[in-house]
């Protein structure tokens, strides 16, 4: 079984349809659909941390954004650039730690962490993002957040305690993907109250709202 975190995702096989308007990715999308097109405007700046292979981006452009997308898959990235091409798309992507990417001092009107991936970070990680979120933040911008509490993941999964390790908060669980390959996947444990009082260091105003599939849906400003 091979090591998904350790692959970076650069492994192919765990790309289960590598198209962005997939009727999987869609599923997806419909998710969040209704939450985006509330903080999203035309000619606004929209980042997204961890955009795979740019789907969401896409589909903000539709909405008359400037979009820049960030991922530490270089595999993703490429496909994000190809689609690009085939969208005739102006999106901007970065490989790599996006607190590593220079830019601009209050560039941005939205950034987002979508499709609960706060779950590979670290609590140290996730501190020093959001110290980077605000720097490059509008004052008026929103940072948005959708996620998924870890204590119901265990629940829903049938985690068992031996699979969680105490020493640094990572839950050792299996990706399988039909047809393709399983995968073991370490993620870390988060809780809504975790994220929140993390969040609640840096910016004044945080509206939480329950969405879909036992998820939430997280808006963070100063305003």
């Known amino acids: 079984m091979k090591d998904a975190s350790s692959y ?3 492994d192919p096989s765990l790309y289960e349809n590598n198209e962005p308007f997939s009727s999987r990715s869609n599923k997806f999308y419909a998710r969040i659909k209704d939450e985006c097109e509330k903080v999203i405007f035309k000619n606004s700046f929209v980042l997204e941390v961890g955009c795979g292979n740019g789907r969401n981006l ?7 954004a400037n979009v820049f997308g960030t991922d530490l898959s ?12 085939k969208y005739n798309s102006s999106a901007k992507f970065y490989l790599g730690d996006m607190t590593k990417v220079n830019f601009e001092k209050n560039f941005f009107d939205i ?21 980077y979120v605000k720097s ?7 940072f948005c957040l959708e996620v998924k509490d870890s ?13 969680y390790c105490t020493n640094d908060a990572v839950i050792t669980d299996t990706i399988t993907i039909p047809g393709r390959n399983n995968y073991i996947y370490k993620c870390h444990f988060w809780t809504l109250g975790m994220i929140k009082f993390i969040l609640s260091l840096y910016f004044k105003n945080i ?7 036992k998820r939430y849906w997280l808006v963070c400003s100063d305003v």
């Open 151 to 163: 204590v119901v993941h265990f629940n829903e999964k049938g985690l068992t305690i031996e699979k």
């Open 8 to 10: 970076l995702y650069n």
């Open 136 to 142: 490059i933040l509008k004052s008026s911008g929103v």
């Open 74 to 85: 270089e595999y993703a990235i490429d496909l994000a650039n190809t689609y690009k091409t």
């Open 207 to 213: 509206q939480i709202k329950s969405i879909t599939d």
């Open 111 to 131: 950034i987002l962490l979508l499709s609960n991936t706060i779950t590979e970070i670290s609590y140290t990680y996730f501190n020093d993002l959001c110290i």
């Open 58 to 64: 896409f589909e903000f452009e539709k909405l008359g």
